[in-house]
């Protein structure tokens, strides 16, 4: 396909709505007749007509500027020669681009420029991608009569302090457009123009170099930039690309278009694409810069294999691998049973690459026993929108933030996690739309430059729901519902029970104050300001989901949506913020133990069907284990096999000790990864995966927006991952085959209705596309639910407030909460093998002054961090972005291991971990009691949590079978892999049997 890379000089005029089309002026340049939108900037018009205006300071990325006067033009009736970027076209206007005398006018500024501009542009960086040099040729500059000896800025030194790229400041033009671009695009505001005249420069923050300033590293400044002044290191060390392929950004859910450009098989740089759907020309540091992992010395190429997860690993053949898994899978079903296997698909690999897996897994092991990684993350979100909407996915695009008038902005940090999208909602912000911001922690979206958020709702972790409630109370009682919209478009009894529900005063800010900690006074003004500020969009990220109340929070947020008729149309809807490039896609592609591709039950005949006949396998009518339940059948000794495609369960999923212990359980182990990580130290195959660099395929991101990945380099592994997994299952006897991704993706379309318009041809051809892309909507969908709900009508559903089980205690006094920093990713597995380990080379535990003062903590020291299943040391930062009470941090480093200390608490629907709740101590230093824990370490902690366990599930259930059941868990539980822990445990001295016995038993009686 052809990437369209021409600079129109000005962006296109902006209407009320993307519906709303500006009336039309006619014009001429250069004697051509030219239509274009009303507020058209004449450079725009030019351009569009075929005739590019020199320009320096004008980028079709920023508005006119007006400065560099190289773009001058003489209009009919006009006196002098206006800058054409800055002079909106009129109706009936007769422009002239070109006569002697402004190529005089032009070539005057072009002598002043190079006079003060080092001539080596022969050994320049940019030598061949350099405007000034362009525009020098375009105006047919042979001479600067004004020499090259007077007063210059040629020994000016260059700040090489970002890692990324380098600041030359002798080759400023000081057109501003990285000034501009970081103003308006990235809204960070890091750059000024310091001084006047002559002595006027680009500077970056107040300490004069780029690390030590805001600078987040988006990189749109190096992209603007029409000189070498700022210039990737990449292009400095290597030259410049010579081909480029549109991909997509394998990091966050955003999704962000980008161009490898390469040498051969070396990627140059990353250049964000202007006409990606989801990012429109911008960057964050990950997509941008953080891809270097892709070649990191630590990625294993070749298949390894290993008896038992202590010995060494064995490179072997593809061919040794598959057929070793296979003939160990196939033992285990014999012995087993059928269902004593199963397997992960990752939101990390590509829409094919997980249909792939899944498949395998229900055709070839003949079960359902099928999670993903979502499970951890946005599970709750597909059970409540599903429930309130007709469908598990987000409501609107990206650009409909830009029509947004009130942002109602609840567990999530975009600036760090979803940082293109940040820009996005900032440049809304400016322009003028309210912000409210829900979040037990003061994220920066609070007070930013020029961003200030109207309400901010500190809320205590865990009290999610009594404040949507309370918000929704008082829209109720105070008649500020839009009742048309609900008998319109909603389950009218459904209704009447919530209107009763949320009208009860236990609902009222003034109740809830008790449980949330935020003034009864802020939610009553918020929920006015949400109600009647105009378009009201809720944005909302794992802050929300992550909590044994996740579903019913997502369920709370769709209730406000509709009772308000905030759905439907530009700058509304209830939207999820996803974390992984592809948790969408992996949902949709029937990752879940219970839905087939589509989000279709495994108990409809029909779709179970439709799958039989083509694939030729039976699937089962019953729904699979889920993550927790394979990991806990592991601990029973029922599930002896997994298959986990790039996920570091052992370090991303709560209570890793437990994760860990799990793993050891098994027989088999067979991890599909780039690196040996903490889940494939204890794997028994492992089979190289690809990078996004490699891979060929699509990503879903969290506007539903199915994108391409194409491939920038061959498979350095040899194979494909879904080559790799079609050849373990034909091993496994079930034939399974394609020749090309593309292959599957026809299969996707045949079986999955919302996919049945999408092939790669297709997505070629049209760039992208929201799902549903039907013959309904062969373009796909940016908003849905525009006349009607999916499900027919909306429904609302009572959301009672559940306090979370984990709270605090005098042993455990402070709420831990966790997230993400923007120069981290995930689990950290490719970030840390980046420079980007220079902005966050540890995790750090944001803790109050107040709660740091009382314990003795001091700044920057290490601190003991401990919960009821475990302990870990981080250094401390004292802020009080946090509420007393509250700490945070961050889990992108497995020697910290955040996730040590979190619990088996998860959303009643989805089993979503609540990773955003643990109660826990903190202490000064690395205290005894973490000694004591540390090795057989945290097992300690397994073994409470299984005494839990077992309480739980006698609770729910004390018929005999139930007893007898627990006594099963009790034995395997003693018999197991964790007789080891325990033994160790002993030996420490830091626990008895007894004590555990006297433990589990206690937990039992109390239960009972
Ligand atoms: S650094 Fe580049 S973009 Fe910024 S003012 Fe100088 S020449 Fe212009
Ligand atoms: S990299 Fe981004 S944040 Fe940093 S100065 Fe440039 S535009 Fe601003
Ligand atoms: S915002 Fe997300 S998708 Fe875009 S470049 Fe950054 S990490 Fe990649
Ligand atoms: S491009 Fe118009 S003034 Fe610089």
Redesign the pocket.
Known sequence: MTLIDHDLGTPAPRGASRDAHLPEVSLTIDGESVVVPEGTSVMRAAAIAGVDVPKLCATDKLDPFGSCRLCLVEIDGRKGTPASCTTPVAPGMSVTTQSPKLERLRRGVMELYISDHPLDCLTCAANGDCELQDMAGAVGLRDVRYGYEGDNHLSLTKDTSNPYFTFDSSK????????RACEEVQGTFALTIEGRGFGSR?AAGANGNFFDSPCVSCGA?VQ????A??TENTVIELGQPRREVLTTCAYCGVGCSFKAEMQGEQVVRMTPYKDGGANEGHSCVKGRFAWGYASHPDRQLSPMIRESNTDEWKKVSWEEAIAYSAKKLKEIQATHGQNSIGGITSSRCTNEEVFAVQKMIRGAFGNNNVDTCARVCHSPTGFGLKNAFGTSAGTQDFKSVEYADVILLIGANPTDAHPVFASRMKKRLRAGAKLIVVDPRQIDLVRTPHVEASHFLQLRPGTNVAVINSLAHVIVTEGLLDEAFVSERCEPVEFSVWREFISRPENSPEQMEAHTGVPAAEVRAAARLYATGGNGAIYYGLGVTEHSQGSTMVMGMANLAMATGNLGRDGVGVNPLRGQNNVQGSCDMGSFPHELAGYRHVSDDATREMFQQLWGATIQDEPGLRIPNMLDAALDGTFRAIFVQGEDIAQSDPNTVHVQSALKAMDLVIVQDLFVNETAKLAHVFLPGTSFLEKDGTFTNAERRINRVRPAMRPQTGKHEWEAVCDLAEAMGFAMRWNTSSEIMDEIAKLTPTFAGVSFDHLDRVGSVQWPCNEANPIGTPIMHRDRFVRGLGKFTPTPYVPTEERSTRKFPLLLTTGRILSQYNVGAQTRRTKNVKWHPEDILEIHPADAEERGVREGEEVTISSRVGATVLRAHITDRVAPGVVYTTFHHPVSGANVVTTENSDWATNCPEYKVTAVQVSPGRSASTVELDHPEHRLGALVRMANQIARQWAADSSADAVSATVYHLENFWEHDMRVDLARAVDTGSVTVDDLVIEAVRRLTVHA
């Open positions: 400023c033009i000081v057109c501003s457009r990285c000034v680009v400044c603007v930039c029409p000189t002044t700022l």
